[in-house]
């Protein structure tokens, strides 16, 4: 990789627009939810699969029923995005915050 490729790379990386929102862990075979809420959804399922396979997710009812029923009967869902109107200090982590309780009275999940 050339430096210009490279310094196009970490701009284009510092430029992305940043999507948080609210996720679903869905098991299958066991038929249980867990909702979570990320302030940057593009990198949260890789963070949680990483976790699960090396058996060090702190949320034990998803790793006990991960090292259950394997990854295979695990899927993620994004299932709402917060809007790009609201303001990126507090009252955003405040919009997020409220977005994940509605979800979880909707689905009934575990919160994570």
């Known amino acids: 990789m050339t430096e210009t490729t490279r310094k196009a790379a970490v701009t284009a990386y ?3 627009k940043i999507a948080a929102g609210i996720y679903a862990i869905r098991c299958v075979a066991s038929d249980e939810v ?16 990483f976790t699960l396979r090396q058996g060090a997710n702190p949320h034990r009812s ?8 394997g990854s295979a009967a695990f899927t993620f869902d ?5 809007r790009d109107e609201d303001d990126p200090g507090y009252p955003r982590r405040t ?3 409220n977005l994940h ?3 979880l009275e909707q689905l009934g999940g575990a919160r994570i």
């Open 62 to 69: 998803l790793q006990e029923a991960w090292n259950a029923h």
């Open 34 to 49: 867990w909702i979570g809420s990320a302030p940057d959804l593009s990198t949260i399922e890789n963070r949680l699969w």
């Open 95 to 97: 919009a997020l915050r």
């Open 14 to 16: 510092k430029e992305r």
């Open 101 to 103: 309780l509605r979800w």
């Open 78 to 82: 994004v299932i709402a995005h917060l």
